[in-house]
């Protein structure tokens, strides 16, 4: 039963335009949605996250959207830049766990 | 420079060998975790410390045993692996554990130990 599901394994934007990456749950009891960005041969690095009372978070380039209603949220990055080529997991925390989502691996193509 | 680490990078063992996995924080973190993650999977939790004491176990079989030496060490023991078993192991720390009080739990992952299973 996966309670944190990315449906996108991969996307490709073009470097400058904006890249949207999609997660959506089913625990309406988290209290934090994060996300993370790995390379090969590293382990995950945070990036942003966003408590379940706010709908925005902005950090610089990356901007968090959360929907409760639609238990949806996304990560903006705009202008997408050649070393955010990554993979980008999206995590749920509560109960002292934080659960992720199958990963959506983005391209930025020059 | 990740400040979690994580020894060794990478294991090669048998199905009769035990050996250990170890990891180092020394954020003054009080939760520390370990997860397993499978090529083109999410990291899967196995467990999580909180305080030096094991406060959540995911259903892991007892070939893997964790150990919590001190608030800045833990340890993963392996006995009579399966070739399945075959997959990169993250260690992690936090803050503390996620929840409204204590906030998000942010993680700070190491590298990860590569182990294979023969």
């Known amino acids: 039963d996966q309670q944190v599901k990315q449906n996108s394994p991969s996307l490709s934007v073009q470097e400058g335009r904006i890249s949207i990456l999609n997660c959506d749950y089913t625990n309406s009891m988290f209290d934090y949605f994060l996300w993370y960005k790995k390379y090969p041969a590293e382990g995950p690095t945070f990036l942003i996250s966003?408590?379940?009372?706010?709908d925005k978070n902005e950090d610089g380039r990356f901007t968090v959207f959360l929907n409760k209603s639609a238990k949806h949220l996304s990560l903006h990055i705009v202008p997408s830049q050649p070393g955010d080529s990554a993979v980008y997991f999206c995590a749920a925390s509560g109960a002292s766990k934080i659960i992720f989502g199958s990963g959506t691996r983005l391209s930025i193509r020059p | 420079d990740t400040e979690v680490t994580q020894t060794p990078k990478h294991l090669v063992m048998g199905m009769t060998n035990k050996k250990s996995l170890k990891c180092e924080q020394h954020m003054g973190h009080r939760a520390m975790y370990w997860y397993k993650q499978k090529a083109k999977k999410p990291p899967e939790l196995m467990f999580v410390?909180?305080?030096?004491?094991?406060?959540i176990n995911e259903s892991v079989p007892s070939r893997f045993s964790p150990e919590c030496p001190n608030s800045s060490l833990l340890n993963l023991h392996l006995h009579a692996l399966q070739p399945e078993d075959s997959a990169l192991y993250l260690c992690?720390?936090?803050?503390?554990?996620?929840?409204?009080?204590?906030?998000?739990?942010?993680?700070?992952f190491g590298e990860g130990s590569r182990l294979t299973v023969l």
């Open positions: 992690a720390s936090s803050r503390g554990t996620s929840g409204r009080r204590s906030g998000t739990g942010e993680l700070f």
């Open positions: 966003i408590s379940s009372i706010k």
């Open positions: 410390y909180s305080y030096e004491k094991l406060s």
